[in-house]
Structure formats: structure tokens, C-alpha cells
């Protein structure tokens, strides 16, 4: 199998377990790539960059769920299959160790793919795909930001606090849930509205078809947004979010996210 591999790799011991898990891989049986920059910067030569993610069989993330997060883009843009390897600290995204990488073909046949919903944020011209939320967020602290939240076409809400996560179900068990979201299903067809620190009582988190259309601006300029923890721009226009109609094919561990939390 070819496997094209996105590491982390901001740290010493982040590029030694990415190129020990080219190692492991290879081991296996498999042909293992990386891009070209992570070529260079790992191992000081062009040569380990032997094909593109298209050209592969599989797209692996090493590292927590921020490395499955950018990998998605990648996996996403050619169609491919994701499998997070976990060798951060929750990696709730992930469906491997990388401690078990020496079982790599045992532990991914007891895998199961699974078909994850996405949001597609519109602004400015732009479609951007989130696989996790799209968050807006205040910019300083001592501020707040307000704003309006029309759903569908009838139903407005607003909302005055330090911000607002979209999530998917898939991003229920991120950002969301650390701010008192409800964790639900990959497989549930819902977005998740929930308030940052929201000055007011009334304000909850909403579960929403995901037939939904959701647009929101801001009253005050001083939002920003941020799609899978990258930022995007700032709130100056009106941004629209609903369910894409593309899908990201993720490899899970058979008992799914229920097999890692504690009820």
C-alpha cells in the first residue's frame, strides 16, 4: 500500500517519531511518501517526497488532533482516505497509537471507515471547508463581541458574549465540549450552535438539523474567524455556513469516540 504521511514536526522529538514512522511503515510492507518541504526538513534530501497524496492509497496524520485536522485538507482535496495516528495527547480524531505502529497492518484491519459531515463557510467570495467548527471569537480580552444568528430564514437569534462555535458532530468533542457542548455521534445529522461565555442566561446550545442554513454578522467589527483552528479573516461582512455536500472518509477504531470517554 502507499501511504502518503503528514507529521507534525515543529519539534526534535515530533521529527524523530516522524521519521521512525516511516521506518515502522516501511517495515511493514508499505511505501511510504511525505511532501517535499517535510522531505527537506527531515531528512535533508528531496528524496523521500516519491509521490503526491493522489498518487497514494492512503493519507496518515501523525501527531494529536490538530494533525488530523490538517491533514483533512489534504485528504479532501484528493479524495482519500484518513487514518490519525496518535502521538499527542487526547487524539479523539485518531484511530491508532503510535505506540502500536510495529502492528500497524493488525491494528488498521480492525478499523472501520467512516463517512464525516462537513461545514462549508462562505465569506468574501470564499468557500472553506471545516471538518471540526468554525468559531468566532472575540479578539482581546475585557471584550465582547455581538451577534445576529439568523437560521433558516425566519428564526434570529443574539448573542453578546466572547463568541459563537459551529460544530459538526465530528467537532462535538472539541471545542465545543469544552465550552458545555453536548457530545453526539459521528453519524448524527446535526450542527451544534454553542456560546462562548454568553452574557445572559437564555443563551444555550442549539442542535440543529443539518439542513440548516445559518447566516451571521457581527454589530461591533471586533470578531474573528477561524475554521479548524486556522484563521480565516475577521467578521467585516455577513458569512454564511451549511452542511457541504463533500464528505471526509476517516478511519475511526472500531468502538468508535465511545470506546474513549468515560459516562
Request: proline content about 2%; hydrophobic content about 35%.
Amino acid at each position: 500500500m502507499k501511504i502518503f504521511l503528514c507529521p507534525n514536526g515543529f519539534t526534535e522529538q515530533q521529527a524523530e517519531q516522524a521519521r521512525h514512522c516511516v521506518s515502522l511503515l516501511e517495515a511493514c510492507g508499505h511505501s511510504c511518501a511525505v511532501s517535499l518541504e517535510d522531505s527537506r526538513r527531515l531528512y535533508h534530501t528531496e528524496s523521500r517526497s516519491l509521490f503526491g497524496p493522489a498518487e497514494s492509497h492512503l493519507i496518515v496524520s501523525l501527531g494529536g488532533d490538530g494533525a488530523v485536522l490538517r491533514a483533512a485538507q489534504i485528504a479532501l482535496s484528493c479524495g482519500k482516505a484518513l487514518l490519525g495516528v496518535n502521538s499527542g495527547r487526547l487524539g479523539f480524531l485518531c484511530a491508532m497509537d503510535y505506540r502500536g505502529l510495529s502492528r500497524f497492518s493488525e491494528s488498521f484491519s480492525s478499523c472501520r471507515l467512516s463517512y464525516r459531515s462537513l461545514l462549508t463557510l462562505q465569506m468574501k467570495g470564499k468557500r472553506l471547508l471545516a471538518l471540526n467548527d468554525v468559531v468566532i471569537a472575540k479578539e482581546n480580552f475585557g471584550q465582547t463581541v455581538e451577534l445576529s444568528v439568523r437560521i433558516r430564514k425566519t428564526d434570529e437569534l443574539h448573542l453578546r458574549g466572547d463568541g459563537l462555535i459551529l460544530a459538526t458532530p465530528t467537532g462535538s468533542t472539541g471545542y465545543s465540549l469544552s465550552a458545555g457542548g453536548p457530545i453526539l455521534d459521528s453519524e448524527s445529522r446535526a450542527i451544534l450552535l454553542t456560546p462562548i461565555c454568553p452574557h445572559g442566561s437564555d443563551a444555550h446550545c442549539l442542535v440543529l438539523q443539518d439542513t440548516c442554513s445559518i447566516r451571521i454578522s457581527g454589530q461591533n467589527g471586533n470578531a474573528q474567524i477561524f475554521a479548524d483552528g486556522r484563521y480565516v479573516g475577521r467578521l467585516s461582512h455577513e458569512i454564511s455556513l451549511r452542511k457541504a455536500e463533500k464528505k471526509l472518509l476517516l478511519y475511526e477504531k472500531a468502538n468508535g469516540i465511545f470506546g474513549r470517554i468515560s459516562l
